[in-house]
């Protein structure tokens, strides 16, 4: 294939320098694509695309009118990150949730990052995500986030940023696992001779953590996963991640609080629970403690785990780390609480409840970026270079009536990846998602989710926006050995067969749409 036609255009680009010659971490994968017969790539490309419907890899959009499930587009062409930038990034994710641990635990007992001025009382007590039922709370090892998606992006002067915390139910994970299986494929000869680390062991990684946290005393614990069910965005990664470490699906109806425990119902009786990873937010975890009108959690869950009887992951009350206003003090978070400067920095941040903050944001909007504190998916967003005067006017509306809840920040020239267009090569903006586990230690996943946006010149790469996703490659210094190779996965649970002992109700009723391989999905 041709790459001497691709252009950067001046974007910082992932894959090639501004002479236009691959960076050093891509020229093995630029040779091999040069080598390739013209419109090979294009057919490996369609291979994909066949791949993802017959894999069934999905996600629903919520309010869609022509069908709410989709296959999230994927582009083979991966991003490639040098082992030297992976070292940062590990360092600068292991810091900061690290230091967002220590925040969480603290606003649940003395507060003393408040009383010391380093971030407003208003500020947290007005945040959605701070749960006044969690005060005093001391979840196992006084771990609060075991499970995060960072989302990182780089500017064009080169810095990596990061965009924002993903600290309640993360999603995106089930399609690292994913492309990475779908590129072994297309790419068995790059892969055979290259040092791209190995993404495969996450399942068992996430499932050894969960274990970490069983009750006092419980050596060979039950973990479930808790989904709100098949109607949610993210339903299939529940399937995914629930088949692929070995563990029952569960729903609400599933559950029992009873005695001081929490029960699965079973074809044979009621089993002990002693670990939840929950996909459920924290609204709808328990109706006796939170919204009363839930009926997708578990009426009185929240006794017995203040209790210690049962282990939630994530803690509830984390959300209140992923409001994007509180989001704008995590720096000072980080210096609070380590004494050290963050690793990774965050987007320059406008707050809008600071006065001064708010009378530039009004003036500057078509240059700006303004989010709302607690929205995702890429709702709630105003892009002022693409905006028209109609939607700043809406948005100073907006912001002028409810400050506290927006931000604003410069709108940045997103780094791009040679993305396949048709029968060629054009550039794309991506961000990437790594996926951090808590446990007895910290581990950041070597790679994560590159989000991609796949219409020209968009900056919004989320999949319910239309955007798309890619393979990340992460490389290491040196040669793998055997024991670094990808390693077998946990033997997955077997969801095309009828009911078996401690198999849950709702599991068996739902095997139908969980047969492996199942992606994942979500408005990520």
């Given at each position: 294939m041709n790459l001497a036609n691709y252009n950067i255009e001046g974007f910082f680009d992932e894959m090639f320098g501004e002479s236009g010659e691959p960076r050093a971490a891509a020229k093995p994968l630029a040779r091999n694509m040069a080598s390739l017969p013209e419109g090979e790539l294009n057919l490996r490309q369609r291979a994909a695309d066949r791949a993802l419907v017959q894999m069934g890899i999905t996600f629903n959009v919520y309010g869609e009118t022509a069908g709410v499930e989709k296959t999230l587009p994927f582009d083979l062409i991966p991003r490639i990150v040098p082992a030297t930038e992976w070292d940062r990034i590990d360092r600068g994710l292991k810091q900061r949730i690290g230091a967002l641990n220590l925040f969480l635990d603290d606003l649940y007992h003395d507060q003393k990052i408040i009383k010391d001025?380093?971030?407003?009382?208003?500020?947290?007590?007005?945040?959605?995500?701070?749960?006044?039922?969690?005060?005093?709370?001391?979840?196992?090892?006084?771990?609060?986030?075991?499970?995060?998606?960072?989302?990182?992006?780089?500017?064009r002067d080169g810095q990596i940023y990061v965009l924002e915390d993903n600290l309640r139910c993360p999603s995106g994970v089930s399609y690292v696992l994913e492309n990475r299986h779908l590129m072994k494929s297309l790419f068995p000869e790059i892969f055979a001779s290259s040092r791209i680390r190995p993404v495969a062991s996450y399942p068992i990684r996430l499932r050894d953590m969960l274990d970490s946290l069983a009750p006092e005393g419980v050596s060979s614990p039950r973990v479930v996963l808790l989904t709100p069910g098949m109607f949610n965005s993210a339903y299939f990664e529940h399937s995914f991640l629930a088949q692929q470490m070995g563990v029952e699906l569960v729903e609400g109806g599933d559950l029992v609080v009873s005695d001081g425990y929490v029960w699965m119902r079973t074809t044979h009786g009621l089993e002990r629970v002693d670990v939840i990873y929950r996909r459920i937010d924290d609204d709808f975890l328990d109706p006796e403690a939170f919204r009363p009108d839930s009926m997708l959690g578990v009426p009185g869950i929240m006794e017995v785990y203040k209790a210690g009887n049962v282990a939630l992951a994530?803690?509830?009350?984390?959300?209140?780390?992923?409001?994007?206003?509180?989001?704008?003090?995590?720096?000072?978070?980080?210096?609070?609480?380590?004494?050290?400067?963050?690793?990774?920095?965050?987007?320059?941040?406008?707050?809008?409840?600071?006065?001064?903050?708010?009378?530039?944001?009004?003036?500057?909007?078509?240059?700006?970026?303004?989010?709302?504190?607690?929205?995702?998916?890429?709702?709630g967003m105003l892009i002022g270079p693409h905006s028209t005067k109609e939607d700043q006017a809406e948005f100073?509306?907006?912001?002028?009536?409810?400050?506290?809840?927006?931000?604003?920040?410069?709108?940045?020239?997103?780094?791009?990846?040679?993305?396949?267009?048709?029968?060629?090569?054009?550039?794309?903006?991506?961000?990437?998602?790594?996926?951090?586990?808590?446990?007895?230690?910290?581990?950041?996943l070597p790679g994560g989710l590159t989000r991609v946006a796949l219409k020209k010149g968009s900056l919004v790469v989320n999949s319910s926006q239309g955007g798309g996703s890619k393979d990340t490659w992460v490389l290491a210094e040196r040669p793998l050995d055997d024991g670094e190779l990808e390693p077998v996965a946990r033997q997955p649970q077997s969801l095309s067969q009828t009911q078996t002992p401690g198999q849950s109700q709702s599991q068996s009723q739902s095997q139908s749409q969980t047969q492996a391989p199942v992606g994942v999905p979500s408005p990520c």
């Open positions: 001025g380093v971030v407003p009382e208003h500020v947290i007590l007005s945040s959605k995500g701070f749960r006044q039922q969690c005060i005093g709370i001391n979840p196992p090892r006084g771990v609060w986030c075991h499970i995060t998606g960072t989302d990182l992006v780089r500017h994530n803690a509830p009350g984390t959300g209140v780390a992923d409001d994007k206003v509180v989001y704008a003090y995590i720096p000072r978070v980080i210096k609070y609480y380590t004494g050290e400067d963050a690793i990774l920095p965050n987007v320059p941040t406008y707050i809008c409840d600071e006065p001064g903050d708010l009378a530039y944001v009004l003036e500057h909007l078509p240059e700006l970026v303004v989010k709302a504190a607690n929205e995702s998916g890429g709702y100073a509306k907006r912001i002028q009536a409810n400050p506290r809840n927006y931000i604003a920040q410069p709108t940045l020239s997103l780094s791009r990846v040679p993305t396949m267009v048709g029968d060629h090569l054009e550039g794309r903006h991506v961000d990437l998602r790594p996926y951090v586990l808590y446990g007895k230690e910290i581990f950041v």
